[in-house]
């Protein structure tokens, strides 16, 4: 960190923390050349001389500079500092104006199934853009969505993405990164993940925006990611009051295609999830819950009447993700 009115690369100028992580602490900042607004994620100088981290943090500014999309929060500079601990490397990126689908759910409650879907659509949109890059996120959750003060959807936190078909040696604890609540099967057994790996992440935050709470919750990420392995989620129809049958059987249906243990169940691709969140959105009837309805085949398919959404809340503060970690929320 800089010192006083020293400028961070000889441009900016760091204000007050806005986000705090584990591996890094995010600054609001103003870029003196561009006459911009700004947030410096800076890794945390203990953690930089771990080459393993550093390593992890490079990464991430390698990755996230390639997602050039409008639900992705954007990159704009990278650079290293000479800090008393040694090199310090930072990440300039977009100033987002919102609050965290985490803190929205906590403080709302439940979303009505409606924007529920309309927001995790644009979650997968983002999502289906960096696996056509070859990027997989590997940390999706409540906390690395943000709703901005005009409502778009913005996922940010690629802290621990990897290229598909990288090869890079990390740590068996890398292996496994990923906040418990909502690591894939494959991921809490330390396989390999791919894009089949973030929709079954999106299924766990849908379930948990739906219902108010994660699908799995444990006294420790172990026993969460046992539960992630062993044990079927919860169906939302059990948990909601007020859905019709059409409703809870289009709900469980997507949630279930979307966390199924087996990657060769799920959605192919975080386009076809979020085209299901479409059909929701328009109160259609779901690929996933066709085979459930006992409809005539020649009849329309019938549609899902939701009740209206609630507006979101007015106050939002300003904030950027930090890098996420493995600890329960």
């Known amino acids: 960190m800089t010192n006083g009115d020293e400028l961070l690369s000889g441009r900016y100028r760091l204000g007050g923390i806005i986000g705090v992580g584990g591996m890094s602490d995010v600054y609001e900042a103003s870029d003196t050349l561009l006459g911009r607004e700004v947030a410096v994620k800076m890794m945390r100088a203990d953690l ?13 500014a390698k990755n996230a500079a390639l997602l ?10 990278t650079g290293e500092t000479e800090g008393p601990m040694g090199t310090v490397p930072f990440i300039v990126m977009e100033l987002v104006q919102g609050e965290t689908l985490r803190d929205i759910v906590r403080r709302e409650g439940p979303l009505d199934p409606r924007r529920a879907s309309s927001i995790l659509a644009d979650v997968c949109g983002a999502l289906d853009f960096s696996h056509r890059q070859g990027i997989i996120h590997r940390d999706v ?5 943000m709703l ?8 940010m936190d690629f802290g621990i993405a990897r290229a598909l078909g990288d090869s890079t040696t990390m740590t068996q604890t890398a292996a496994v990164l ?15 993940a791919d894009a089949r790996s973030d929709i079954y992440s999106v299924g766990c935050v849908f379930f948990e925006t739906l219902t108010g ?24 129809s059990s948990l909601l009051e007020g859905l019709s049958d059409e409703e809870g059987t289009a709900l469980d249906a997507v949630l279930l295609t979307a966390m199924a243990k087996d990657p060769s169940e799920r959605y192919d691709t975080a386009a076809d999830l979020a085209e299901e969140l479409h059909r929701i959105q328009r109160g259609e009837v779901p690929l996933a819950a066709v085979h459930h309805l006992d409809d005539d085949d020649d009849e329309p398919a019938p549609t899902t009447e939701f009740a209206p959404q609630r507006r979101a809340g007015a106050g939002a503060a300003a904030g950027a993700a930090a890098a996420g970690g493995g600890e329960l929320s």
Do not use: C
Not at 141 to 145: C, R, T
Not at 178 to 192: F, I, N, V
């Open 148 to 155: 901005t003060n005009t409502g778009a959807v913005k996922v």
């Open 141 to 145: 959750k409540p906390a690395n969505i």
């Open 48 to 60: 930089a001389r771990d080459e393993n981290f550093l390593e992890r943090f490079r990464r991430e």
């Open 178 to 192: 990923g906040t418990a609540q909502y690591l894939s099967p494959e991921q809490a057994r330390g396989k390999t």
């Open 213 to 236: 709470k994660p699908p799995f919750t444990g006294e420790t990420p172990l026993s969460v990611a046992y539960q992630h392995v062993q044990d079927d989620p919860p169906l939302p």
């Open 68 to 77: 050039n999309h409008s639900s992705i929060v954007a990159v704009y500079d």
